[in-house]
């Protein structure tokens, strides 16, 4: 089980002033929802968490080492990236990509073992996508290949996910899987934080809730404390009306 912790943190966001230092534990267990509007800097929050992007102050500790002293193959065997964006560089099936979340493990000229085999193709298995194995990853569509990036990072088996709109591209059944995926692995002891646009998903499915406002302030905490009508509108410029179903709130933007 492995926890990050940011102490004193803001991110770089260019041209922007430095806003409110983040002081955050994500905790094993825990399912962290960011939300904000676009540019707020969600994406940048967690590059800066994984290593990617250096902070402008402040630091990122995994497991009580700042991040910054780590190698990148310790910080890939604990935290795995769920990335808003991918670029194919090289052909590759979708196994063949799976396996890479096997990489952290290996040594440099090291083969897959069948463990590693099993392991990747358990995790095509629970992304519904084990039947495109053998496709390129070029080929496939734009959810598809969102389930093939969650099946990497899920092959990594990391402590702590950072992902960024995990439930891009894709339709509501398989946004419900992979969010009761997180679940599941909340409950297995990984910490989860991911960004999120569906105010809805984050009510159902985050325990907690940090609002980045294009500012720079933010604030954080429980979700309940955070899920408040006021709040949202003010962090998204939008009226919204509130419903409730199934004793959790819906959020619905209205003119
Ligand atoms: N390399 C860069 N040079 C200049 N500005 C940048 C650079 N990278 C990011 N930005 C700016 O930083 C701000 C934050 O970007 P970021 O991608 O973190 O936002 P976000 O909250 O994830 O947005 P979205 O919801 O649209 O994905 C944006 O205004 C973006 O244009």
Redo the contacts with the bound molecule.
């Keep these: 089980m492995s926890r990050l912790i940011t102490q004193d943190l803001i991110?770089n966001?260019?041209?922007?002033c430095d806003g409110t230092a983040l002081n955050i534990a994500l905790e094993p267990g825990q399912i962290w929802g960011?939300l904000?509007?676009?540019?707020?800097?969600?994406?940048?929050?967690?590059?800066t968490l994984a290593g990617l992007n250096a902070p402008r102050s402040g630091h990122v500790l995994l497991d009580d080492q700042p991040l910054e002293t780590l190698r990148r193959r310790k910080i890939a065997q604990i935290l795995g990236m769920v990335f808003?964006e991918r670029l194919d560089g090289f052909p590759a099936t979708v196994l063949e990509t799976a396996l890479i979340g096997r990489h952290p493990y290996l040594s440099l000229w090291q083969m897959e073992g069948a463990d590693d085999y099993a392991q990747a193709e358990s995790a095509l298995e629970q992304l519904d996508v084990a039947h495109l194995r053998h496709r390129l990853v070029s080929t496939l569509s734009g959810g598809e290949r969102q389930r093939v990036a969650v099946a990497t990072v899920l092959t990594q088996a990391p402590g702590i996910w950072l992902a960024?709109?995990p439930t891009n591209h894709l339709d509501l059944h398989h946004q419900s899987a992979v969010m009761a995926l997180m679940a599941q692995q909340a409950a297995q002891g990984s910490a989860i934080m991911m960004?999120l646009?569906d105010l809805n998903l984050a009510a159902r499915w985050c325990d907690h809730i940090l609002l980045?406002y294009?500012s720079g302030e933010a604030c954080w905490g429980p979700r309940d404390s955070m899920l408040v009508p006021s709040a949202l509108e003010r962090l998204y410029q939008q009226r919204l009306a509130t419903v409730e179903v199934n004793g959790a709130p819906v959020f619905v933007p209205v003119s």
């Design positions: 991110i966001v260019p041209d922007r960011v904000g509007p676009n540019g707020a800097g969600k994406t940048t929050l967690l590059h808003q960024d709109e960004c646009h980045l294009p």
